[in-house]
């Protein structure tokens, strides 16, 4: 298997507020490299949010923007190139959000939520958040809500469902990214 997983964790509820991001790159069934890197969003911080990922507005005052992220790696979004997250929805509607509120235009790349395979593979849990899954799985997720933390964990699920139940059905997971 090939793709990427990604993590964001935003400053607020605006969806264009990314403070950090991660991305774990899985190539020929191997975590083959990883990026992490704080953002200094174009809002203001929330409590609640900081509260849960620990980023405070200090944090990032001399990190790069989303535009200079998005320079870095915008080479892993594009047709037939698979990127994944737990709680995909969410990363997307950052990624789309933050790719419209600077003016760039949005890639077509596919995407797969593991929190949906999760399910599927997993229905006996009592929910099916990332570090739910991780424990089942015994999956290492020492800070959750760190972006790198959690990205190399959402690849690590994929990796152990695709080694314990095949790529076939997986395959029906795979969406366009809209």
């Not at 739910?132 to 959690?150: E, G």
């Not at 690590?156 to 809209?178: E, M, S």
Request: charged letters at 20%.
């Amino acid at each position: 298997m090939n793709f990427v997983a990604i993590d964001f964790e935003t400053a607020n509820a605006k969806r264009y507020s990314a403070c950090s991001v991660a991305l774990t790159v899985v190539r020929e069934n191997k975590i083959v490299d990883e990026f992490y890197s704080l953002i200094k969003p174009p809002t203001d911080f929330f409590w609640r949010n900081v509260q849960i990922h620990g980023i405070h507005e200090e944090d990032v005052a001399n990190a790069p923007s989303f535009t200079d992220i998005w320079d870095h790696i915008d080479s892993f979004f594009g047709e037939n190139k698979l990127v994944i997250a737990h709680n995909a929805p969410f990363d997307n509607s950052v990624i789309k959000s933050s790719l419209d509120y600077y003016g760039i235009e949005r890639p077509n790349y596919l995407t797969l939520d593991t929190v949906k395979t999760s399910k599927e593979f997993f229905p006996d849990l009592p929910n099916h958040k990332l570090d739910t899954v991780c424990d089942k799985l015994n999956i290492t997720l020492d800070h959750h809500h760190n972006a790198l933390d959690d990205s190399q964990a959402c690849a690590n699920i994929l990796l152990y469902q695709a080694t314990h139940f095949g790529t076939q059905p997986i395959k029906p997971f795979v969406k366009a990214a809209k």
